[in-house]
């Protein structure tokens, strides 16, 4: 039977991306880094002689050499998909044929299938872990790992590669490119790890919108109108035995339903959709009559050129567009991508892409829109933004003076990440990676904002969409919004001696972290609510005089979901001169010094007297009835010098806020010997103890302070 033609998703992506460096753009062409070094070493490449392919044959029934030539001429042309079909049925009939895993390593990788890859490269690494002599294999590779989201596995295997190609100077360019992505590794370790609130979440489109094969370039030409692009046929013909597209890409609208779901998909009305051309990436002009739009034409070797033409709407839909002239599309250049925004002096201007600069990939310019309507000739933009990699797909919101792009010339946790770059004061600040969920570990391209609806798109070859081929073939598109989630905390204000709620209370919402009082009410009722914000630590401190501050710690960290937690808030009465007891104070036998475990005990207290500033306490230990008078009343007053000196040395409570009290075995709460003289040990234990009392809160009116006695033995 005849080999059935499939149309390579690379050649898509040339038309998505508008040009053969864009292809690549998650990675660097490994034709062009060997023909730089070819150069470098005074060698000219050779140029590949394309055959026409007389017929294609059933590659079972031929031999594997013949296998191997057929895909060959097929990778020649660029048919990819059908020429890793005759490589992958060589391979099986002769397993010892390994040159093959190159051009399948390689072939994978630029059809996006990186699992198919990875495999494919680590044979190759594996086979020249000893001479070293394939250093490309080794970094996509490491590429592969990263667009895997095996983030740490790809890290090493970047640091290995410019650990064993470090004495190479051709290299040095790939050793740079390499130490990026490794930087983009510890970015992604950092992002997928974080499991703070995100209040943007991004979800799939359904089948009303994306269908198996190639979508892209979603943008609101109103609130509840969806243009966007797509491929929705991988077939392809013979013409001249060349393969040509049966299938165009084509502009396609669709309407938002009142549960914001999309539907009624069909092509743009009018003359725009042509017959002979890719048309792709609307963008529209603020009285929505005006459309800027890519048409691009493939040749036989299936390249493709772009340039950006304007279209009217008419009665009956879209009206046939015109090119722009060459102030926007540079001659011989591919020229894509268009987005109306304004520029640093607040501008009207077209933003679009273009491979114009020579050996930079693709970078983004702009052309001032004059009154008439025309555009001026086109400039590269400015700040930070565009670099030696790829920038595609620009997009501006207008809300807030930020353009958004892709690249794969900053550091990145894909291969092309979105950024964000903002104007102010007549200046593009710094790019920012807008991270995950918008960013993924593949390409993420197509980002657009409106801020004041909180919703937009981003295009993706994530795990996840409708892709055919692999799990990471195909480009479909995502919609992103502004989640909101609603906590807060509400509670009773409760003394738990009585169970009577306490009322005319101050109760203060508090950063458990920092400190800082964020909220303050007044509770007459004895009841308390607080919104809160996602990730924060926070405290609840309640104060009325002759009560102890009441306080309850809550977190919404990790929290994702809407949720009002509650909480009773203990007041408990404040008693000067109470005795209220510490327990698990230990130390060693015959000592005053503390053990840990008594300085965890000792926090409680330190949490009291740092949650209420205004009291005094007189801090007493006691022994039971061993030993001498004396001896025991100065172990004792160690013992409780010792307990105040951790709260005033170590913690930092004010020396005049304790008084430290040895009372020896004066005052027992408990029998030491039974009723017949005999030993009690469970009196004893009980006698030997830490207490403190309250002597005075200076919120309130000095209190008569209760003389302590000494009972008589």
């Known amino acids: 039977m005849k080999l059935k033609f499939l149309l390579s998703v690379a050649t898509l992506l040339i038309f998505q ?5 864009q292809l690549k753009a998650q990675a660097i062409d490994s034709t062009k880094v060997s023909q730089a070094v070819d150069s470098v070493k005074g060698k000219a490449p050779k140029p590949k002689k394309l055959e026409k392919l007389k017929e294609l044959p059933d590659p079972q ?7 191997k030539n057929f895909g060959d001429k097929l990778f020649a042309q660029g048919s990819l998909y059908n020429g890793l079909h005759y490589y992958e049925v060589a391979i099986a009939k002769n397993p010892k044929e390994t040159g093959l895993y190159q051009q399948l390593a390689d072939g994978n990788f630029t059809l996006r299938d990186y699992r198919t890859a990875n495999k494919y490269y680590k044979m190759i690494v594996d086979m020249d872990s000893a001479k070293h002599t394939n250093w490309m294999a080794l970094y996509k590779y490491a590429l592969t790992e990263k667009m895997l ?36 590794c510890d970015l992604g370790i950092k992002w997928r790890d974080d499991k703070t609130f995100k209040d943007i979440k991004v979800v799939h489109l359904d ?15 109103d609130p509840k109108t969806l243009y966007f692009s797509a491929v929705i046929s991988d077939k392809v013909i013979l013409t001249g035995k060349r393969e040509k597209f049966a299938t165009f890409s ?9 549960d914001s779901t999309w539907t009624n998909k069909e092509l743009l009305r009018g003359a725009v959709n042509g017959l002979d051309s890719h048309i792709g990436n609307p963008t529209f002009a603020a009285d929505g009559k005006t459309m800027y739009y890519t048409q691009c034409l493939q040749d036989d070797n299936q390249a493709i050129k772009c340039n950006i033409y ?38 009207n201007v077209l933003y679009f892409v273009s491979d114009r600069n020579k050996d930079r990939g693709t970078d983004i310019f702009y052309a001032k829109q004059n009154g008439n309507g025309n555009f001026e000739k086109a400039r590269e933009v400015g700040g930070n933004i565009n670099t030696d990699g790829n920038e595609l797909t620009p997009s501006y919101d207008a809300a807030t003076n ?6 794969d010339g900053h550091v990145n946790i894909g291969g092309a990440d979105v950024f964000k770059a903002k104007l102010a004061g007549g200046k593009w600040g710094e790019p920012e990676n807008l ?7 593949v390409d993420d391209m197509y980002y657009t904002w409106n801020e004041k609806d909180g919703i937009g798109f981003v295009v993706s070859n994530r795990p996840g969409g409708y892709g055919l081929k692999s799990e990471t073939c195909c480009d479909d598109i995502y919609q992103a919004y502004r989640y909101r989630i609603f906590l807060a905390i509400k509670g009773k204000l409760v003394d738990p001696d009585s169970n009577n709620v306490v009322s005319n209370v101050v109760v203060n919402l508090i950063d458990a972290n920092t400190g800082a009082v964020i909220k303050s009410m007044n509770s007459k009722d004895g009841n308390y609510f607080f919104d809160l914000e996602p990730d924060k630590n926070y405290k609840i401190s309640a104060t009325h005089d002759g009560y102890f501050t009441g306080t309850q710690l809550y977190s919404t960290l990790g929290k994702d979901k809407s949720d009002t937690a509650s909480y009773t808030v203990s007041m408990k009465k404040m008693v000067m001169n109470k005795a209220y007891s510490l327990s698990n104070i230990y130390y060693e036998y015959d000592k005053a010094d503390l053990q840990a475990a008594s300085k965890t005990v000792l926090d409680t207290l330190y949490d009291i007297l740092k949650e209420n500033p205004t009291i005094t306490i007189e801090l007493s230990a006691h022994t039971d009835s061993k030993g001498a008078d004396k001896y025991n009343e100065e172990l004792s007053q160690k013992r409780a010098e010792s307990c105040t000196n951790y709260l005033t040395n170590e913690k930092g409570i004010a020396k005049d806020r304790i008084v430290a009290k040895g009372y020896g075995k004066t005052m027992p709460v408990a029998p030491n010997t039974n009723p017949d003289g005999s030993d009690n040990p469970e009196g004893r234990a009980k006698n030997r103890r830490t207490e403190f009392k309250i002597l005075n809160d200076k919120k309130q009116p000095a209190m008569q302070v209760v003389p302590i006695t000494t009972p008589q033995n």
Do not use: H
Request: glycine fraction near 8%.
């Open 402 to 407: 930020t353009l958004y792009f892709s690249s």
């Open 435 to 441: 991270g995950m969920p918008v960013n993924s570990s």
């Open 17 to 21: 991306l508008a040009s053969v460096n």
């Open 310 to 347: 304007k279209s009217l709407l008419g009665d009956t839909g879209w009206v046939a567009g015109i090119m722009l002239d060459e102030n926007v599309n540079a001659p011989g250049a591919t020229n894509t991508e268009p987005c109306l925004g304004k520029n640093e002096a607040g501008e």
């Open 149 to 184: 989201g095996n983030y740490e596995k790809a890290k090493l295997l970047f640091e290995q590669f410019n650990q064993t190609y470090k004495s190479t100077q051709e290299l040095a360019a790939i050793r740079k490119k390499a130490d990026l992505e490794s930087q983009g």
């Open 250 to 258: 084509r502009i396609y609208t669709a309407k938002k339903n009142s």
């Open 207 to 221: 089948t009303n919108v994306n269908q198996p094969f190639t979508d892209y370039a979603p943008v609101l030409k």
């Open 61 to 67: 029934n031929a031999g594997w050499k013949a296998d």
